[in-house]
């Protein structure tokens, strides 16, 4: 999420473009540019910090010109230095500077184009570099003198073939105007505007309308999808179509926490989109709980207050404040870093006690990402003396990656991944969680336009990147994969060296950023291949499932010997240690490889996940002492190694765990063999398969467990056990 401005005037535009970065300050803190266009040459300035701290009167001064464009930075691709502040500039043709909101998917198969084929070099690794390079040789393409809006129309068209992923631009070409274009899918926001003069009429482009508002300039309309509009030096205005197959799929999230509630967005109010979102919420806690004891209902400021506001009068109890913000500490959802969110949050907000002692309180926030703050903000609540806390989330759970720009770069930082409801409410300490309902917020999000959304399941997404060139498409609905939503991938517990397989369960969808519903999934974030493989046969799982592409986009799958892996910051490796964070930390505990090998077994057994240990012995040792305690029996067929029979023989013995040892073919020794307090049956076979008639027996479905485990016959090769 970043903001851009360009502003073509007929006076200097340094004041405005900066005034409006500062009303688009809520879209990103990390840094700021401004260039501007005089005579042919450029002025440019841009750093880290915050509009007011990057520009100081003495740059301002040297900011002239009639045209200009302007940027505010959240990182989502790159880093965070200031070298990759925005604008970029790039000499050939013309000069040209670019601002960019959003997130390339096939930014490496770009760059490598750029630099193989375009004849480009990449200086830093962002993807709007990139984005300018594309455009910069398209529009060189034309091999005009002087670029027609043709010229620049054909540039864009081109951009739009070979760009995946959501992006707003506005760029200038020194000396001839000023163009903005949208995404053929209309993910990230971007509007126009005019203003008359005594000198004749000015034009604006910017993230949002409120941007426009304050400088006096009159909305004229969004950009559609796949549209630009180019505005030259002079002051004519042109706009077309440029994308082959528009299709309307903007992002969700800007009406939940991105934009400011006084825009409007693609002819939606973004504050009466949140208005609807609170009497939704309201409508649900009335259905779950028509007796609900909440005493008061407190916004988290402050893009949770208009929803807040909007619940509490349809459930007819109070609204207070009951938190003071400190108007001075940045939006954590867009700070560069888990370290530094955690630390704000008790900087940022202090709880009203008088509001608190003793109540039901009913927290309200906008959502709920990593959990990083709400956890916190509850625990005040409690501090303060609330009796009970209850949080409601105006979306719902946000499981999976949004790649389109903003900060949700892995499902593993996101608390509800792979998470029941009531698991997310026992993490961040709440007595009653709600989270909003997806098609509620759709309609929430709609109003009245009633935007048309296709059947209920999901489908992998024409709009998003090649799975060979891209390690982030997303997910769209639709009704072709209605029994086969996505598998999620396994999540160890405390006990995850045990070699326990669950049944299958369908996999929860979640909450991604579309008003067509962009369903994003960590399978796909990671270039999954398995998505489409339920009920294909046993030889395509065993090569196929749990296999992943890197950004390389290899046939084969990569194997992974790391030992370490690398963190971005000190302070995210000592989140990642503490366990705060999910992630490789060491490949004695998770590697690539390894959790590759257990989903294409989960794949194989038909069931959820799977966990591979490093040694036969330690499987075999794993299932025992997760099902077994002192006082247990087990059954073992006789034909297991000799190592297994030192195992049960010489250690599990000493914890009081009896075995006995039956035939492996006899039945009715080991019906006889069984008593009331034997809980699992042990098979190995150290030199023949399993034997088809023992999985049609009786036996496959008794309530006392049957493990079965095999060797197999290369030695490096992981050994794996599994239960029933």
């Not at 030096?233 to 197959?245: I, P, S, V, W, Y």
């Not at 609540?381 to 759970?397: D, I, L, M, T």
């Not at 073919?665 to 399993?690: G, H, I, M, Y």
Request: positive net charge; charged residues 25%; glycine residues 8%.
């Amino acid at each position: 999420m970043c903001g851009i401005v360009g502003i073509v005037g007929k006076s200097n535009v340094n004041q405005a473009l900066y005034d409006g970065l500062t009303v688009l300050q809520h879209r990103g803190q990390d840094a700021a540019g401004i260039v501007t266009s005089h005579d042919g040459r450029l002025f440019l300035r841009k750093d880290n910090g915050l509009v007011r701290d990057v520009f100081q009167q003495r740059h301002m001064q040297r900011l002239v010109g009639h045209m200009g464009i302007g940027h505010v930075r959240y990182p989502t691709a790159g880093s965070s230095s200031s070298a990759e502040a925005q604008p970029f500039y790039v000499n050939s043709p013309y000069g040209i500077t670019l601002a960019h909101n959003g997130n390339l998917t096939n930014v490496e198969q770009l760059a490598k184009e750029i630099y193989e084929s375009d004849l480009r070099h990449v200086n830093t690794n962002s993807d709007s570099e990139v984005l300018l390079n594309v455009f910069a040789h398209e529009l060189a393409q034309r091999g005009q003198l002087q670029p027609t809006e043709e010229d620049v129309f054909a540039a864009v068209s081109d951009v739009h073939k070979r760009c995946r992923g959501g992006y707003a631009v506005v760029a200038m070409i020194t000396g001839y105007g000023i163009v903005g274009f949208r995404d053929p899918n209309g993910i990230r926001p971007i509007v126009f505007g005019q203003r008359h003069t005594d000198e004749g009429v000015e034009y604006m482009i910017a993230s949002e309308s409120v941007s426009l508002d304050v400088l006096g300039f009159t909305l004229i309309r969004d950009l559609a999808p796949g549209e630009a509009v180019y505005i030259t030096e002079d002051g004519k205005l042109f706009t077309r179509q440029c994308a082959e197959n528009p299709r309307y799929s903007p992002c969700i999230f800007e009406h939940v926490y991105l934009a400011r509630p006084d825009s409007i967005m693609d002819g939606i109010s973004v504050y009466k989109a949140r208005l609807r979102m609170g009497e939704k919420l309201a409508e649900k806690i009335q259905r779950e709980r028509p007796g609900h004891d909440i005493d008061v209902v407190i916004p988290i400021p402050d893009t949770s207050r208009t929803s807040a506001l909007e619940l509490a009068n349809h459930l007819g109890v109070k609204f207070r404040e009951g938190f003071v913000k400190n108007r001075y500490i940045g939006r954590t959802f867009i700070m560069p870093g888990q370290a530094a969110r955690k630390k704000s949050v008790r900087q940022k907000l202090n709880a009203i006690e008088l509001e608190f002692r003793g109540k039901n309180v009913m927290l309200v926030d906008d959502s709920i990402v990593r959990g990083t703050t709400c956890k916190q903000i509850i625990q005040m609540a409690r501090e303060a003396g609330a009796k009970n806390v209850y949080f409601c989330s105006a979306a719902p759970a946000v499981r999976y990656p949004n790649v389109y720009g903003i900060d949700m770069p892995s499902a593993h930082e996101l608390i509800a991944h792979n998470r029941t409801t009531e698991e997310v409410c026992e993490l961040i300490g709440a007595d009653w969680l709600v989270y909003q309902d997806l098609p509620d917020l759709i309609e929430a999000v709609s109003g009245s336009k009633k935007i048309k959304i296709d059947n209920s399941t999901v489908r992998y997404s024409t709009a998003s990147t090649s799975p060979a060139m891209s390690t982030r498409p997303t997910w769209t609905r639709s009704s072709r994969r209605a029994t086969t939503p996505p598998r999620p991938s396994p999540r160890r517990s405390a006990r995850s060296s045990t070699c326990t397989i669950t049944k299958s369960r369908h996999a929860r969808l979640g909450f991604g950023g579309g008003i067509e519903v962009r369903v994003m999934t960590q399978e796909w974030q990671a270039g999954r291949l398995d998505s489409d493989l339920e009920g294909v046969g046993f030889d395509t799982l065993a090569v196929r499932a749990g296999q992943h592409r890197t950004p390389e986009g290899e046939h084969s799958e990569a194997l992974f010997p790391t030992s370490s892996y690398v963190f971005r910051t000190a302070a995210d490796a000592a989140a990642r240690f503490a366990g705060e964070v999910p992630g490789n930390v060491y490949s004695r505990y998770t590697n690539p490889t390894v959790r590759a090998f257990e989903e294409r077994i989960a794949a194989l057994e038909g069931a959820e996940q799977a966990v591979a240990t490093a040694s036969g012995m330690s499987a075999i040792l794993a299932i025992v002492m997760s099902l077994c305690s002192g006082g247990d029996h087990v059954l073992v067929s006789r034909s297991v190694f000799g190592s297994t029979i030192s195992l049960f023989e010489k250690y599990l013995k000493r914890f009081g765990v009896e075995v006995d040892y039956v035939a492996l073919s006899d039945l009715d020794a080991w019906q006889a063999a069984c008593r009331p307090t034997t809980k699992l049956l042990f098979v190995e076979s150290p030199s023949n398969p399993w034997p088809s008639w023992w999985i049609s027996t009786p036996w496959r479905r008794s309530p006392t467990r049957m493990a079965r485990c095999w060797r197999w016959t290369t030695a490096s090769a992981p050994r794996r056990c599994s239960s029933r």
